[in-house]
């Protein structure tokens, strides 16, 4: 297996979205394209609904493993005007289907969610939700943090219509913690998994990260077993992606030296994904886990599963609709990304004005490659059998994936390929094979994790 590993490791994108953000074409994109592809993708899919995700920026602290989009303040007066301008914001969506569109799914993400009080997050689901009744069908989920989401945070959102959170464990080493300033006891993160299933949350998550600064597998191996003692319905296990050249981002607290080699990763990886499988959890696409009951695990067993910028998701619906600063939106024709500073966000609000300043809109072949990619990572299959699928670039990549055939990663059949048990941990290097930009276009490796 470490052969494999040696000659696999290569830098590669998660695939949330095809093409991914590096290879957008930013210079061709226009606010005009943006908004006549969002029209034409809900007029196409409204009976289904859309997808929400909600980018809440503010955080108390800096935690250096993190590099999304944050504002670190202890400064709380911030919220109000904050949750004023996603109203603006979704309103000036809801004037641009011409109807308050039908949510299937909602995600709230940070930053730190839990920032907010249960008040204001109250009244930001109220602003979305003008009728109590449309909560009822939809999905809704946050990320907590463990050392702030409060009795009343759970509570309040249950009652709201909430079923699912996230928190962020990353590790229960305390030097580990120390060093990626997220000091958290496994007490604290105990209290809120057993006050969110009084609550009556359904599914809760705990994101596990390896590959942190003085990690080793030992670390892992108790953590794993930390987490088996709550019995989370589901785990996102990941490696720890190093990036400290992105503006903003708080990745200093250590050094490179400090960080596990590629290998001591691998071992940190296998180690922990062979814990939870011994524990009765079932393997989802690439680095999530989830118990056969949960949905999640459900959805995979009936290849509905679905993955988007929020990641996997039992959701399929056609367009997702980003709020607030960087996010990012998802028509399936186009890519839209917001500003990433809130004063630059704010101000376009209140102007009236969709505060994008970037995306793609997708060619014909981006639109098949995305397919394929797509039921790649969720599926580990794709097929071309159906000559929608099939584009002139499909027999040199049919080649290229012969040597991973060999390796026992996938097997080559009449017009589809199949992901093999041990080509799982492989799957990015399968999709990257498929990616024609990534090809084209010679590819800045700091952008990227290691695939394995």
């Not at 001591?264 to 393997?283: D, H, P, V």
Request: hydrophobic residues 35%; contains cysteine.
């Amino acid at each position: 297996m470490q052969i494999l590993v040696n000659k696999y490791n290569v830098a590669g994108p998660r695939y949330t979205s095809y093409p991914t953000v590096p290879y957008w074409d930013d210079a061709s994109f226009s606010l005009k394209e943006w908004k006549e592809c969002l029209k034409r993708s809900y007029v196409e899919s409204k009976h289904n609904g859309i997808s929400l995700y909600i980018h809440l920026p503010y955080c108390e602290s800096m935690c250096t493993f993190c590099g999304c989009n944050k504002r670190i303040t202890k400064n709380h007066l911030v919220e109000i005007p904050y949750i004023k301008s996603l109203l603006i914001e979704w309103d000036l969506y809801v004037s641009l289907f011409e109807e308050t569109p039908k949510i299937s799914e909602l995600h709230i993400g940070g930053g730190t969610p839990t920032f907010f009080s249960s008040e204001n997050l109250q009244l930001l689901i109220a602003g979305l939700f003008k009728d109590p009744k449309d909560r009822a069908n939809a999905k809704l989920s946050f990320e907590g943090h463990p050392n702030n989401t409060s009795h009343k945070h759970l509570d309040v959102l249950a009652n709201l219509g909430f079923t699912r959170v996230s928190y962020g464990v990353q590790d229960y080493n305390l030097k580990v913690q120390k060093a990626i300033n997220r000091v958290q006891p496994f007490e604290n993160v105990q209290k809120v998994t057993t006050l969110a299933r009084q609550a009556g949350y359904t599914s809760i998550g705990h994101d596990i990260i390896f590959g942190l600064p003085f990690q080793t597998t030992a670390d892992i191996e108790n953590t794993i077993n930390l987490t088996k003692k709550l019995r989370p319905e589901r785990i996102a296990f990941y490696s720890y992606a190093h990036v400290p050249w992105i503006k903003g981002n708080g990745q200093r607290g250590f050094k490179d030296e400090d960080l596990p080699t590629a290998e001591e990763k691998r071992a940190q990886f296998e180690l922990g994904k062979k814990r939870l499988l011994e524990s009765g959890y079932i393997e989802i696409g690439m680095d999530h886990f989830a118990l056969p009951q949960d949905e999640l695990a459900q959805s995979l067993k009936q290849k509905t599963i679905h993955r988007n910028f929020m990641g996997y998701t039992t959701t399929t619906t056609q367009l997702m609709v980003g709020l607030g600063v960087s996010a990012i939106g998802d028509s399936w024709y186009a890519f839209g990304q917001n500003v990433k500073n809130i004063e630059e966000y704010n101000n376009l609000i209140e102007g009236g004005i969709f505060p994008i300043y970037r995306g793609h809109i997708l060619s014909p072949e981006d639109l098949i490659i995305r397919k394929h990619i797509l039921n790649l990572m969720c599926k580990l299959e794709t097929s071309w059998e159906d000559n929608n699928m099939q584009f002139p670039e499909l027999p040199d990549i049919i080649i290229k994936l012969s040597e991973m055939q060999d390796d026992g990663l996938l097997k080559i059949l009449h017009n589809k390929i199949e992901i093999t048990e041990k080509g799982r941990a492989f799957v990015r290097n399968v999709c990257m094979a498929f990616d024609l930009r990534l090809q084209r276009k010679k590819p800045d490796t700091k952008l990227f994790s290691m695939t394995i």
